[in-house]
């Protein structure tokens, strides 16, 4: 596509449920991130794909949290057993490399997750 | 640690006056810096990456700037307007391998 689409743009669950996050990279970008950022807060690093592989889980805050990619396309965030403190928007990136060398990222409008 | 510190944390600015953010990062080996602009609600976008040797670079109203011996970055938006009302994260890579180092953003609000 044109850009990175993410979704649901919005999504509000319970706390204890599972939620799963979608991530559609702009085609041919092998490089796939995903960030948190809390309200108010600057971007936190989660994870990083190279085509379908993961070099970098450092970011993921717990074993909850996990992330897979297929095709060198397509990214799922999931989180389990959700709690509040996972509230915030979840941006996810791409680019052409990792690190996007000289053209940056190109960032997705992020899903808003509330777990109430 | 690699840090980014940006300041002001927020500022308000009366539309079609200049203003200045600040960026002071410790991230080494350095690699480039990237400023982007993040409306509320959106993804951050892209305004400017600059390398080691580039010292000024401009994308329409902003210029950005980079002193690598201090460590320091400004973006200069010049003429503003109700629309540069945003975020703006100030982002820096090193040569390794490590993830960006993101700053956590300047609030611009832009009132008439």
């Known amino acids: 596509g044109a850009g990175v689409s993410q979704s649901p743009s919005n999504k509000v669950t319970e706390k204890g449920k599972d939620v799963e996050l979608r991530c559609d990279p702009i085609?041919?970008?092998?490089?796939l991130y995903w960030y948190r950022q809390r309200l108010g807060q600057g971007l936190e690093f989660l994870i990083y794909?190279?085509?379908?592989?993961?070099?970098?889980k450092s970011g993921l805050p717990s074993d909850r949290f996990s992330a897979e990619r297929t095709g060198e396309s397509v990214s799922t965030l999931t989180i389990q057993r959700t709690q509040q403190e996972d509230s915030a928007v979840y941006l996810c990136?791409?680019?052409?490399?990792?690190?996007?060398?000289?053209?940056?990222?190109?960032f997705g409008s992020g899903t808003r997750l509330t777990v109430v | 640690k690699n840090q980014v510190e940006q300041s002001p944390q927020s500022l308000i600015i009366l539309e079609g006056k200049n203003c200045t953010l600040q960026?002071?990062?410790?991230?080494?080996?350095?690699?480039?810096l990237r400023w982007y602009k993040q409306d509320t609600g959106r993804g951050p976008v892209s305004l400017t990456i600059?390398?080691?040797?580039?010292n000024t670079k401009s994308n329409g109203r902003y210029t950005a700037t980079l002193d690598a011996d201090t460590k320091q970055s400004s973006l200069h938006i010049t003429a503003s307007q109700l629309s540069d009302s945003a975020s703006y994260i100030c982002?820096?890579?090193?040569?390794?391998?490590?993830?960006?180092?993101f700053g956590k953003g300047t609030r611009l609000s832009v009132i008439a």
């Open positions: 990136a791409s680019s052409l490399a990792y690190r996007g060398s000289q053209d940056g990222y190109t």
């Open positions: 085609s041919g970008h092998t490089a």
């Open positions: 794909f190279q085509g379908n592989s993961a070099p970098d």
């Open positions: 960026c002071n990062y410790t991230v080494s080996p350095f690699s480039n």
């Open positions: 600059m390398t080691f040797s580039e």
């Open positions: 982002v820096v890579s090193n040569t390794g391998n490590t993830p960006l180092v």
